[in-house]
């Protein structure tokens, strides 16, 4: 026997609204925000038609339950953004890894100093490896020096949560972003997250000369080609092409 599929995510609570209340006295709070006291539900339904709005439960299990006169369909609106703008400050347990080698070329290095750059601006956590090969260890401070030039140039917008780690032939060190109030700008992004030097550029216009066009020349007709013959009358053998024309045949010997 199958067992019944579990969604992942857990479904929305569902509020009761006017009728579906069974609770005799509600905690009421008018549309401005404002309380107005616990009342009898009908007391309560009445005042939702007077305003033009809903009954909506939004506290079942306290005594009385509270019930706010909202409409339903913007309150459920103001539930989902609020739910959507909780969820975008859930970045800083999000964790994104860069890995670096010891002999990196200085472009990667900044490629990688730039990625890391943007996760933290937007609240992500770094984790920094460096991994060793061969016999890059026995060289293990040049490795050191890569890692400790990575977190003096990403010092403005993060900090290491701990001293840099050699675990086998692994260095690992993790960078938490700093608050917002206290992180440097972007360096290529600006308040509204375009980026500077490319935002609202025009279009180059195209370079029109005033020269005029030279015209082309047809190639010269070599002359040295005889001239096609003229007034060439066919052959009357029925032949257009026939390969024994001017053929001198000579009739047998007496």
């Known amino acids: 026997m199958s067992r019944p599929f579990t969604p992942r995510t857990p479904p929305a609570p569902a509020y009761r609204i006017n009728g579906k209340i069974r609770a005799r006295e509600v905690r009421v709070i008018g549309p401005d925000g404002a309380q107005i006291g616990v009342i009898t539900l009908p007391e309560a339904l009445t005042l939702a038609r007077q305003y033009a709005v809903d009954l909506v439960e939004i506290a079942p299990n306290a005594v009385p339950p509270v019930c706010r006169l909202v409409d339903f369909g913007k309150f459920r609106y103001e539930q989902s953004k609020k739910e959507k703008d909780s969820k975008k400050h859930q970045h800083a347990n999000k964790v994104k890894e860069v ?80 608050p917002r109030n206290k992180r440097a700008k972007h360096p290529t992004k600006n308040e509204q997250g375009e980026v500077e030097g490319f935002a609202h550029e025009p279009l180059a216009k195209p370079i029109i000369s005033d020269v005029p066009a030279t015209p082309v020349s047809e190639p010269a007709r070599d002359d040295s080609r005889p001239a096609p013959a003229k007034n060439v009358k066919p052959p009357t053998n029925g032949f257009t092409n026939n390969p024994f024309v001017g053929l001198d045949v000579a009739g047998p010997e007496a």
């Open 99 to 178: 890995q670096l080698s010891p002999n990196i070329d200085p472009h990667d290095f900044g490629v990688k100093l730039a990625h890391a750059i943007d996760f933290m601006c937007e609240d992500m956590k770094v984790k920094v490896q460096l991994r060793f090969r061969g016999r890059e260890m026995a060289h293990k401070e040049i490795g050191e020096q890569v890692v400790a030039r990575f977190l003096k140039e990403a010092a403005p917008w993060g900090h290491p949560d701990f001293s840099p780690k050699l675990m086998g032939k692994t260095i690992n060190v993790m960078i938490s972003p700093h």
